[in-house]
């Protein structure tokens, strides 16, 4: 499979080139490195009615086969895992080996959400009645990502959606199009037309999927802010929504810790990705005890740590992946600068091309900080100083976000005990952001709405159907 341009869409199986485009840059160089279609709302209308026109078809098609057909995606998307990698880090910024990870994880979560089953309940099985619940699929679904993890993101979405019996439409960032629509491209040589259909577009396409009277259901990954439009906007013909959405997670080290030993770990729960996750640390509560060798280790950690071009040999973090969100963090760092913070490292910024912000890491700025209370979403971490867990607990927990949290500490009985206080969708115990296609994930408050993976998130794709049969008594 060829991964330079053209970029085309796929629309009912077809590649479909736009009657305009956008640039695609490269978040490293600033170049520009593609042009990709801009769809009009003529050819979104053509997308949903083909996913339309393919629904009665692929609902009808048994599990069996559409797992089959998953599955086969799966070992595709692996088998072109260097050229989707090349793409991903040239659209998105993140080091090679990092890139191949994610399409790595896009391979496996298609083929972990193909090994899911529906489940059927029986209610009542007597002489009277038989009555059953069955989860059936909604329909025509479509999917927005965000350009963070572009494309193992799509996946969490693509692979339990169609396994349901739905077909789709799915959107990517116009920051990061590119590995998407290669991805519309392989899966049009195994899935019928119109199952999956792949679209990309400016500002404008959004809203109009989310508007769109023949969209059944929207899956959305992305800030709480744009969640909460689409959100309205999927309230005019009562859509069903999946909302997975920003965080502020927070890490608890507890003084027991052995912080040799963890130093790396939390170095990378927050800075992975350039902190481009939706469940990084993004404020690390410290015990007073061993704040100080912590926060030295973290900076010593910090200055091994290579930040630069995705392609080039040795880099650990790449840029930040868009003007806009570069803009952001920049912004947060002049704030705690004006402010008078402390910067243990990084803060500063240099004038050459790509969006690159050193790792910063802020000596606990005060609990009602713009670095603190907001989701910087890039490099910039603030370490917090506590005394008594409880009031960790409750600095924890006084966010409108609640994605994932972690503790961390020797005794993993005590850590699973403050864990289990940490109001949050996720919490790990000595570890961070372990996600698998078998178990739910999802965010309460106004980090999401639903959950995607495992049976729960599966069962999302689904509207619940009951059957009930009324058994003739003989002689009736
Ligand atoms: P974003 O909300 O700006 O954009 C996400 C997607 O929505 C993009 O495809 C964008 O084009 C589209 N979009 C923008 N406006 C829209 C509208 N009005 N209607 C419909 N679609 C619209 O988010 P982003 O900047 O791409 O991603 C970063 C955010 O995503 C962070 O807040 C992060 O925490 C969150 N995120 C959450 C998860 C999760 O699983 N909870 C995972 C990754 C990222």
Redo the contacts with the bound molecule.
């Keep these: 499979m060829e991964f330079d341009g053209p970029f085309t869409m796929t629309i009912g199986g077809q590649a479909v080139a736009g009657t305009a485009t956008f640039d695609v840059v490269n978040p490293a160089t600033e170049a520009v490195i593609a042009a990709a279609p801009d769809a009009t709302r003529a050819q979104l209308d053509e997308a949903v009615a083909s996913a339309r026109a393919a629904f009665p078809g692929w609902a009808a098609t048994p599990i069996e086969e559409r797992r089959a057909l998953i599955d086969r995606l799966g070992d595709a998307v692996m088998a072109q895992l260097d050229g989707f990698a090349r793409l991903l880090t040239a659209e998105q910024g993140k080091p090679h080996g990092d890139a191949q990870n994610e399409i790595g994880g896009a391979a496996l979560w298609l083929k972990g959400a193909a090994t899911l089953d529906l489940p059927v309940t029986v209610n009542e099985d007597s002489g009277d009645r038989y009555s059953e619940t069955r989860h059936v699929p909604i329909g025509v679904v479509g999917a927005?990502?965000?350009?963070?993890?572009p494309m193992v993101?799509a996946m969490f979405k693509v692979g339990p959606a169609l396994l349901a019996g739905n077909t789709m439409v799915l959107?990517?960032?116009?920051?990061t199009p590119l590995t998407t629509l290669k991805f519309g491209e392989l899966a049009a040589t195994i899935l019928p037309p119109g199952v999956l259909n792949v679209v990309s577009g400016g500002?404008a396409?959004?809203?109009w999927?989310?508007e769109h009277p023949d969209i059944d259901k929207v899956s959305?990954?992305?800030?709480?802010?744009?969640?909460r439009?689409?959100m309205q906007?999927a309230s005019a013909t009562l859509k069903r929504v999946t909302l997975?959405?920003?965080?502020n997670d927070p890490a608890i080290v507890l003084p027991d810790v052995d912080v040799a030993a963890v130093a790396e770990k939390l170095f990378w729960a927050a800075f992975a990705n350039n902190g481009q996750v939706?469940i990084a640390t993004k404020r690390m509560y410290v015990h007073e005890d061993i704040y100080d060798a912590l926060k030295e280790a973290l900076v010593a950690y910090a200055a091994t740590v290579k930040v630069g071009d995705g392609s080039e040999q040795g880099t650990r973090l790449g840029p930040i992946n868009n003007r806009p969100?570069y803009e952001r963090v920049l912004d947060l760092i002049r704030d705690a600068k004006e402010r008078g913070y402390t910067f243990l490292t990084g803060g500063d910024t240099s004038e050459t091309p790509g969006y690159f912000v050193p790792v910063t890491i802020i000596d606990n700025p005060p609990e009602d900080s713009r670095i603190v209370q907001e989701?910087q979403?890039g490099p910039v971490l603030p370490l917090l100083k506590f005394r008594d867990v409880e009031d960790a607990l409750a600095r924890a927990n006084a966010s409108d976000y609640g994605?994932g949290a972690s503790v961390w500490g020797s005794d993993e009985d005590a850590a699973f005990a403050v864990a289990e206080r940490i109001a949050s969708g996720t919490v790990w115990v000595n570890e961070t952001q372990h996600l698998t296609p078998l178990a739910a994930?999802g965010?309460i408050k106004q980090?999401?709405v639903g959950v995607?993976g495992g049976l729960e998130g599966l069962l999302e794709y689904t509207n619940v159907k009951t059957l009930v049969r009324r058994r003739q008594a003989a002689g009736e």
């Excluded at 927005?144 to 993890?149: L, V």
């Excluded at 959107?171 to 920051?175: Q, T, V, Y």
């Excluded at 997975?244 to 965080?247: A, K, P, R, V």
């Design positions: 927005i990502a965000p350009w963070n993890f993101l959107k990517p960032s116009p920051f500002d396409l959004g809203p999927l989310t959305f990954t992305g800030s709480t802010a744009t969640g439009r689409v906007s997975e959405l920003g965080g939706c969100q989701e979403f994605l994930f965010g980090s999401g995607e």
